[in-house]
């Protein structure tokens, strides 16, 4: 299992698509929090770190991207993955913000995945460098 | 100045073709001049374009150009026809 103990927060406004894409990473193992937008998606970030979260880009209030920009505030390191319905010229706008995956709403479930795949991997080594350079400083 | 999203899907497929199957993390350590997110963007469009294949493979996902894949598909449609001739 790819997701095995590791936490995504789903952020959609559309209830059914929500459901659909954390019924896809629970299957892959992954634990998930759903936010039906970006405000109680700050919210859950406030309260827990996530290892990824997966947003929507069209969203009430914040959309992805600003999503991003505010959740860097809270955690920085976090890999933050748009999913759009089609804007494909937001997406270099996007890499310039930093986005870790900017990809379509109707890409196949192994594309989603496999990004997952090296998002949590990254962070598992980031954390392993934290605690290395922990050890290091005492 | 970092390539544009358009030149990594072409990157992807050059790089499929030299090795013609790539694990995800070895696309990303041999492209070192484009974002993650740039890969990522063409590995979706590759995919949806019915140009590449992606499978798990343990933890990670193994990308396969598509003509690569349909191959193997008939080799083993010949092989089940085989079997079934025996």
Redesign the interface.
Known sequence: M?GYGKLVLVVDEVESERQETAFLLKQAGFTVVQACDGLEALSEMQQQHFDAVVTDFQMPYLNGLELLAESRAIWADIPVIIVSTAIWDM??T??ANG??????K???P??L???L??AV?QGVERESHHAMEQVGAH | MRPRNADAEKAVLNMLQRYEVLMMEDLIIGQPDFSYAQLFLAIDRLSRKNLIALHRMGMSYQLRPMNQERALGQEQQHEELVVHHR
Do not use: D, R
């Open positions: 790819i997406s270099e996007a890499t986005v870790f995956a900017w990809i379509l109707s890409s196949s192994g594309v995945l496999s990004i795949a090296i991997e």
